[in-house]
């Protein structure tokens, strides 16, 4: 999948948090009872959409090559939901002060309504903390979405409760160089998997 079409879908799943949160609060007309007139009402007419102000925390801004795919899902965004009003807060990954300024945010009462950041120890704080919710039901509910991921990548934003509280949206290869000389002098097979490695070890 696209790196435009994941973000476009985390966006969506914004919207589908948002408006699941904050309904307009129109309520269908209840059936008439026996003896009362069926004659429809006229309904009040709609008002505007109240003003929603959103905050979102990224490292797609600067250099990244997704600044401007991700600006763009926002625009769109936003231009379909004119009452919603996003800031978009960005800062490098590569700062060191990128986990602190998330950290410090999400233990202060500063949280950003969508934020992208790492799955595992770097989140579990603030997921044991209950700061933010889990995707499980959201995704379940739309399945054409859960199709756009790899599910061993879903597999793996499990937390340890078992709930997805991030949706995968990057990924990156990490390698292993050895010097297969010493491996040989000292008896040992390359770490080709995860228990040689930690045999190795």
């Given amino acids: 999948m696209k790196r435009s079409s994941l973000l ?13 949160a904050c309904g307009n609060g129109s309520k269908t007309a209840s059936p008439p009872a026996d003896g009362e007139s069926k004659t429809p009402t006229t309904e009040a007419p709609k008002t505007e959409d109240k003003e929603v102000k959103l905050r979102v925390f990224s490292t797609f801004g600067g250099t990244d ?38 950290n410090t945010d999400m233990n202060s009462g500063n949280e950003p309504d969508l934020l992208f950041y790492f799955i595992g120890a770097d989140a579990e704080g603030f997921v044991n903390a209950g700061k ?41 290869y990490e390698g292993l160089f050895v010097n297969k000389k010493i491996f040989e002098e000292n008896g040992l097979e390359l770490p080709t998997d995860w228990d040689k490695l930690k045999k190795s070890g």
């Fill in 132 to 172: 933010v919710v889990p995707m499980n039901e959201i995704l379940d509910a739309n399945p054409d979405w859960k199709k756009g991921f790899i599910p061993d990548a879903l597999e793996l934003a499990k937390q340890k409760d078992g709930n997805i509280y991030a949706v995968p949206l990057t990924g990156f």
């Fill in 65 to 102: 090559a997704a600044r401007d795919a991700f600006q763009g899902v926002l625009d769109e965004f936003t231009a379909k939901h004119p009452n919603v009003k996003i800031e978009n807060d960005v800062m490098s990954a590569n700062d060191d002060g990128f986990r602190t300024k998330v």
């Fill in 8 to 20: 476009l879908l985390s966006v969506m799943l914004l919207l589908t948090m948002f408006m699941a």
